[in-house]
Every structure is written in C-alpha cells, then in structure tokens.
Nanobody
Framework: QVQLVESGGGLVQGGGSLRLSCAAS????????MGWFRQAPGKEREIVAAISWNGLRTYYADFVKGRFAISRENAKTTMYLQMNSLKPEDTAVYYC??????????????????WGQGTQVTVSS
C-alpha cells in the first residue's frame, strides 16, 4: 500500500520560510519521479515543483522560481520543498504526489496517481 505523508506546514509571516517533507512508503521510491502541488480554496490543483527519480532534473512553476527548492533523499524515501520569501498568495494546501509510471517526470496532475493528505501553509501579510 502506497503512502505519502506530508509534514512541515504551518503559519508564517510574509518573507518567512518553511520546509515541507514528504515521506513515502510502499513503493520503490528511487524509481519514481515526485512532485509538489498546491490547491487554494476555489482554485484547481497546480504544480509547484517536480523532481526526477534521481534528483538530476527539476521543474519549477514560474511563480516559485528563485524562492523554492525541491530535493529528495532516496535513502530516506523522502522528498523536500524548501520555501523561502513566502508571500500571502502562497497560502494553500500543499500535496506531494508520484506519477503512475516509473521513471516518469511530469508537471501535470493528471499524470499523478498517488497523493498525500496535504499540509496547510498559511502566509500572513
């Protein structure tokens, strides 16, 4: 049974930082690309960042370039999202996910099969 568990969300002032973690189990983690997505109330789920199975390839949405950094530790079956210079518009539930195909690298939610339960990030102005 595949499980993805996010942690690290919370309330932070604008300009602050948070580090999200996504702990995976039940799948050969090192064979899967991973992604971080977010969903704000009334909006669709959108890509934040994605990382390839070996960590050598990354993708960032334009609105987080230069502020967020995605990484992974295959030995710990964990993925991270370092979020700096947070803005109120970054407020959302953040989800980690994995595509349905091994060695896949995608920024499209429709390519993802497994999702965590989400962690709330709230940025105050």
């Amino acid at each position: 049974q595949v499980q993805l568990v996010e942690s690290g969300g919370g309330l932070v002032q604008g300009g602050g930082s948070l580090r999200l973690s996504c702990a995976a189990s039940g799948l050969p983690f090192s064979m899967y690309g991973m992604g971080w997505f977010r969903q704000a109330p009334g909006k669709e789920r959108e890509i934040v960042a994605a990382i390839s199975w070996n960590g050598l390839r990354t993708y960032y949405a334009d609105f987080v370039k230069g502020r967020f950094a995605i990484s992974r530790e295959n030995a710990k079956t964990t993925m991270y999202l370092q979020m700096n210079s947070l803005k109120p518009e970054d407020t959302a539930v953040y989800y980690c996910g994995t595509p349905r195909r091994t060695y896949s690298f995608s920024s499209y939610p429709s390519d993802y099969e497994y999702w965590g339960q989400g962690t709330q990030v709230t940025v105050s102005s």
